[in-house]
């Protein structure tokens, strides 16, 4: 069973940078569309990026200009470049194949806080 293990997450000021990384087991993993997710407390966990297996991106509109999704098929691994934080980006960050099939066993999360 593929798992995924998220890490990177932090404390960071205001308009701070974190990078995230998320790394997937198994063989299949060139083959997904992967996505990062987030959920804040009390909230609904929303999808924030999206990167195909051929390498296109797609970013929910909160966080476009500042977050850079990428992956390296090669380490089974996807990115989250985080720049220019806000306080309204805390969360627990997870990732994911995309939302349109049926996602893989979700990982235990990386916590994002951002506060001064």
């Known amino acids: 069973q593929v798992q995924l293990v998220e890490s990177g997450g932090d404390l960071v000021q205001p308009g701070g940078s974190l990078r995230l990384s998320c790394v997937a087991s198994?063989?299949?993993?060139?083959?997904?569309?992967m996505g990062w997710y987030r959920q804040a407390p009390g909230k609904q966990r929303e999808l924030v990026a999206t990167?195909?297996?051929?390498?296109?991106?797609n970013y929910v509109d909160s966080v476009k200009g500042r977050f850079t999704i990428s992956r390296d098929n090669a380490k089974n691994t996807v990115y989250l470049q985080m720049n220019s934080l806000k306080p309204e980006d805390t969360a627990v960050y997870y990732c994911?194949?995309?939302?349109?099939?049926?996602?893989?066993?979700w990982g235990q999360g990386t916590q994002v806080t951002v506060s001064s």
């Open positions: 198994g063989s299949m993993f060139r083959f997904y569309d």
């Open positions: 990167a195909t297996s051929g390498y296109k991106t």
């Open positions: 994911n194949r995309s939302p349109t099939v049926i996602p893989l066993p």
